[in-house]
Nanobody, 125 residues
């Protein structure tokens, strides 16, 4: 069974950086599209970024464009989310998720059927 394990969450100051990792138990290159979502207290789960499993095209939510970068290390079956210039409003639980590469709807949570356990990111003022 495909499993995703997240790491790298923690506390950062505004303007700082964190890198989240999403380690997959199976090969993701040319196999799975992987995305990051986040959910702040009392809010809906929002799309953050995705990297396509076949083309490696990337797409970002408007709130993180220019600050966050999604990437993949194919040798480690790991997807990363580099978060720079963090803002307090970035505070949330971040989830990685995977879907077969041929599925459409990259920004929709319903597209993804395998989810990581979540990583808390807290950004102080």
């Amino acid at each position: 069974q495909m499993q995703l394990v997240e790491s790298g969450g923690g506390l950062a100051q505004a303007g700082g950086s964190l890198r989240l990792s999403c380690a997959a138990s199976e090969r993701t290159a040319n196999t799975y599209t992987v995305a990051w979502f986040r959910q702040a207290p009392g809010k809906e789960r929002d799309f953050v970024a995705t990297i396509h499993g076949s083309s490696s095209d990337t797409y970002y939510g408007d709130s993180v464009k220019g600050r966050f970068t999604i990437s993949r290390d194919n040798t480690k079956n790991t997807v990363y989310l580099q978060m720079n210039r963090l803002k307090p409003e970035d505070t949330a639980v971040y989830y990685c998720a995977a879907a077969p590469w041929w599925r459409s709807g990259w920004t929709e949570s319903s597209t993804y059927t395998v989810w990581g356990q979540g990583a808390q990111v807290t950004v102080s003022s």
